[in-house]
């Protein structure tokens, strides 16, 4: 079936390294994908998408990498701060008609300062 | 512009009672997503719908579960009869209207509402 998953559960860095957070996805019909990050407590917050026509997207300090070959996504953070510290999801739609997310089960950043 | 709204933020019931759970999309956006998400795991879509109507229930049990969004008001999430494994947050996301066949938009999320059974 449908199903996104992360190879990390954990990742711990020191503050000011680079992070990568890595997912896998199964869906070749999966034409979007969609970094979250959720603090304690909270909801989701969009910190950057990527769509299959593209492999690689940046934003501010972040970065998105798209294998669609090996169905594979990664998040880099440049410079970690302790702001990042959170739970980071990817999650991956088909888009259209039903815009559902697939969410994968997340990998918990902890920045050490 | 307010972000999206969900009250109340935690709820405790026990089991056989009736959970009601609302959701105000931001302003400007007539989709509405349901997602759970049990402690340590991803979030699990459960309903999509626009005003008046649902698109999309594939994710939601069949029984005792019920979504809506009226014309007028917010969306409300019902579980009839709650038991312990209902115990989740549950996260509420809007977007605008999808343009396009293959056109996607983002889904805004809420601070969600922590359902616990006793």
């Known amino acids: 079936g449908e199903s996104v998953g992360l190879h990390l559960p954990t990742l711990s860095v020191q503050e000011g390294d680079n992070s990568i957070i890595n997912c896998a996805y199964s869906n070749s019909a999966s034409d979007y994908f969609i970094w979250y990050k959720q603090e304690s407590g909270k909801g989701p917050q969009f910190i950057i998408d990527i769509r299959s026509n593209m492999d690689k997207r940046q934003g501010q300090r972040v970065t998105v990498l798209l294998n669609k070959t090996v169905k594979h996504l990664s998040l880099q953070i440049a410079a970690t701060q302790p702001g990042d510290s959170a739970v980071y999801f990817c999650?991956?739609?088909?888009?259209?008609?039903?815009?559902?997310?697939?969410f994968g089960t997340g990998t918990l950043l902890a920045v050490q300062p | 512009n307010a972000g999206v709204m969900q009250n109340p933020r935690h709820l405790v019931r026990r089991r056989g009672q009736e959970a009601r759970l609302r959701c105000s999309p931001m302003?400007?956006?007539?989709?509405v997503y349901w997602y759970r998400q049990l402690p340590e795991e991803g979030l699990k879509f459960m309903v999509y719908l626009q005003k008046e109507n649902i698109i999309d229930e594939s994710g939601m049990p069949k029984e005792r579960f019920s979504a809506e969004f009226p014309k007028e008001g917010p969306s409300i999430l019902r579980i009839q009869q709650v038991v312990r494994g209902d115990s989740a947050a549950y996260f509420c996301?809007?977007?605008?209207?999808?343009?396009?066949?293959?056109?996607?938009?983002?889904?805004?999320f809420g601070p969600g509402t922590r359902l616990t059974v006793l």
């Open positions: 302003k400007g956006h007539s989709h």
């Open positions: 996301a809007s977007s605008p209207p999808i343009r396009g066949a293959q056109g996607y938009n983002e889904q805004f």
């Open positions: 999650a991956e739609s088909i888009g259209g008609a039903t815009n559902k997310l697939i």
